[in-house]
Structures are given as structure tokens and as C-alpha cells.
């Protein structure tokens, strides 16, 4: 019980620390505004540690590229393999 009680508490303290916003991207949808705003509000955050005004730009950047490289990923894996066996 004490475990329980601890591992709650724990859970307490996270969600009071962090910021959980949940992020699905589809490929020709668009981005919702809570994403959005979690989006801009990182880039802000991180050009202020960085002072690298072109920061947000980077992000959104990266994502779309993570999001190209995974559809590509997709798309492969509905291929079926071959090999030197299975064509004799």
C-alpha cells in the first residue's frame, strides 16, 4: 500500500512539473490548435536558451521531416520481400 501511495504522489508531482500534451500528426491533415500552440510555445522556449531566433523554424522543420521519413517507412512496409529463394 505504501508503494501505491508513493507511486501516486510521484505522479502528483509530475503532472504539477510537466506540461503532457498528446501529438498525433497525420500526413495531409492539419495541426490542431492545441499542437500548435504547444509547438510555438517550445520554440519560444528553446530560442530563449539558444537565442537563435530561426529556432522555431528548425522545429517545425524537423518535424516535417520525421513525418516524410515514417510515411516513407509505411509505405515500404507494404511491400512484400523477396529473395533468391522465393523466386525459384
Keep these: 500500500m505504501k508503494e501505491f501511495i508513493l507511486s501516486h504522489l510521484s505522479l502528483g508531482i509530475l ?14 491533415g492539419a495541426i490542431s490548435k492545441d499542437w500548435m500552440d504547444f509547438l510555438c510555445e517550445l520554440g519560444r522556449r528553446i530560442t530563449q536558451c539558444t537565442d537563435n531566433h530561426r529556432e522555431s523554424a528548425f522545429l517545425f ?27 525459384m
Design 61 to 87: 522543420q524537423r518535424l516535417s521531416i520525421l513525418i516524410q521519413r515514417y510515411n516513407a517507412v509505411a509505405v515500404l512496409g507494404t511491400f512484400t520481400h523477396t529473395t533468391t529463394e522465393d523466386e
Design 15 to 28: 503532472v504539477l512539473s510537466y506540461l503532457f500534451v498528446p501529438i498525433a500528426a497525420e500526413t495531409m
